[in-house]
Nanobody, 115 residues
Framework: QVQVVESGGGLVQPGGSLTLSCTVSGTTASKYAMGWYRQAPGKQRESVATVFSSGTTTYADSVKGRFTISREDPKNTTYLQINDAKSEDTAVYYC?????????WGQGIQVTVSS
């Protein structure tokens, strides 16, 4: 059974940095995409960043230049480095792993940007 688990959330000050991790287990697939989404209170879930098995990355315009997504395949893990955090980054962050044709979601982790 595929499981997706996020870690690393918490409180960060405006302008600060935080790294989120997401690990997938229970799969022998060698190629899959890993992405981060977020949902702020009262808003729809939105895509933040994705990294494909090729290494190609995509970012939402709102986080370009501040967030960096990466992956460490031997550990089945993806990371989201958040720099220059802003109050509007406050949200529950979700990790999605796409093993075609299915999507697997983590339970989400809270990130709060506040002084």
């Amino acid at each position: 059974q595929v499981q997706v688990v996020e870690s690393g959330g918490g409180l960060v000050q405006p302008g600060g940095s935080l790294t989120l991790s997401c690990t997938v287990s229970g799969t022998t697939a060698s190629k899959y995409a890993m992405g981060w989404y977020r949902q702020a209170p009262g808003k729809q879930r939105e895509s933040v960043a994705t990294v494909f098995s090729s290494g190609t990355t995509t970012y939402a315009d709102s986080v370009k230049g501040r967030f960096t997504i990466s992956r460490e395949d031997p550990k089945n893990t993806t990371y989201l480095q958040i720099n220059d955090a802003k109050s509007e980054d406050t949200a529950v962050y979700y990790c999605k792993v796409t093993i075609t044709p299915r999507n697997y979601w983590g339970q989400g982790i809270q990130v709060t940007v506040s002084s």
